[in-house]
Each structure stands twice: as C-alpha cells, then as structure tokens.
C-alpha cells in the first residue's frame, strides 16, 4: 500500500487543485469567471479571486497548465488549458486512487 499512495501526486492533494484540474481534463479550455463560477457550484464556501489565481499560479509553474491572455473586444480574458504533462500526470493520479481503493476492499 505504500508503493501506492506514493505515487499519489501532491500537487493534487488540495481539494481547489484537484478540482481545477477535473475541470480541464473535462474542458478544453476554461477562462477565470468560468472556472470560478464552476467551483462556486461544487464547493461549500466560493473560492477567492485571490486564492484560485494563487492555485492556478502554482500549477502553472509545476507545468500542469497553460495561461493564455487575449482581449474580447476592450475586455481581458484569461484562459488556462491542461498540458500534456499536467493530463498524464492527474491520470497517473487518478489510476493511483483507483489502486488504493481496489486494494482495501471497494
């Protein structure tokens, strides 16, 4: 059991992280009033602007996602879309929870 939970990816352990990276394997591109409203829907308490940009932050620099910036006419949008690497590694992840959970009995 060890083994398994070892190759549990803490990037992923935040319930944000997790749930942001759900949301882009499911999305091909989600923009931040979107992902914010999507989180809103499924969280108890609605995240901060300031704590989803922290969040996103990270897992761009762990190269898990991609920030794209445009302009929709005068307004700014900013779009984040999953990397390759950051797909390989939330299913690297999700087959690690599947083991575990096959390996106690459910």
Same mark, same amino acid.
């Given at each position: 059991?060890?083994? $398994? $939970?070892?190759?549990?990816?803490?990037?992923?352990?935040?319930?944000?992280r997790?749930?942001?990276?759900?949301?882009?394997?499911?999305?091909?591109?989600?923009?931040?009033?979107?992902?914010?409203?999507?989180?809103?829907?499924? #969280?108890?308490?609605?995240?901060?602007?300031?704590?989803?940009?922290?969040?996103?932050?990270?897992?761009?620099?762990?190269?898990?996602?991609?920030?794209?910036?445009?302009?929709?006419?005068?307004?700014?949008?900013?779009?984040?879309?999953?990397? #390759?690497?950051?797909?390989?590694?939330?299913?690297?992840?999700?087959?690690?929870l599947?083991?575990?959970?096959?390996?106690m009995?459910?």
């Open positions: 059991m060890k083994e $398994i $939970i070892s190759r549990l990816n803490r990037d992923f352990e935040n319930r944000y997790l749930a942001i990276m759900s949301l882009l394997m499911v999305h091909e591109q989600v923009d931040f009033n979107s992902l914010k409203e999507l989180l809103r829907d499924s #969280a108890q308490e609605p995240i901060s602007d300031g704590n989803l940009a922290s969040h996103i932050h990270s897992m761009e620099k762990k190269g898990l996602l991609t920030v794209s910036k445009e302009f929709v006419g005068r307004k700014p949008r900013t779009s984040y879309q999953a990397t #390759a690497e950051g797909r390989k590694a939330f299913e690297a992840h999700l087959n690690a599947e083991e575990l959970i096959r390996s009995g459910g």
